[in-house]
């Protein structure tokens, strides 16, 4: 292990629209972005202090403007980015997520969005993770 690695938690919010389920591409206008033009689930890192839900609800109405009304946890994983030159190992917990609305609007990280069917994962430049997500939704 090393003293090098700084560690985050981070959430994922799974969001179906009946059998499609919400992904949003990570624009080049991202500052700590480090997969440009791929794909993920709307989310982000947990702040020190911050509550789980408070930060899952804050980063998906950052990121798709969308208001969470219900989440559960079902599966944990992780990466190791390097972002301006510090490696990191990021654990996220990714939540099942009811919202109000299904109309997006995408924040100033993000360039597009899809709902997709979760058969269809592989068709999109879908990061790992969230494809490793969808196939372990209970």
């Not at 709307?42 to 989440?71: F, W």
């Not at 919202?99 to 790992?128: C, R």
Request: aromatic letters at 10%.
């Amino acid at each position: 292990m090393s003293e090098d690695i700084l560690q985050r938690v981070a959430c994922r919010a799974v969001i179906f629209d009946g059998s499609r389920v919400l992904i949003i591409r990570e624009s080049d206008k991202y500052a700590d972005g480090t997969n440009v033009g791929k794909y993920d689930f709307p989310g982000g890192k947990i702040d020190p202090g911050e509550k789980v839900l408070d930060a899952l609800m804050r980063e998906v109405r950052e990121e798709a403007g969308l208001v969470v009304t219900s989440a559960v946890p079902f599966y944990v994983d992780e990466w190791n980015p390097v972002v301006h030159g510090q490696p990191m190992q990021i654990i996220g917990i990714f939540f099942l997520c009811a919202v109000e609305t299904t109309a997006v609007a995408l924040g100033n990280d993000f360039d597009s969005f899809e709902w997709i069917l979760p058969a269809d994962a592989d068709k999109y430049p879908l990061m790992q993770e969230p494809k490793n997500a969808l196939k372990s939704i209970p």
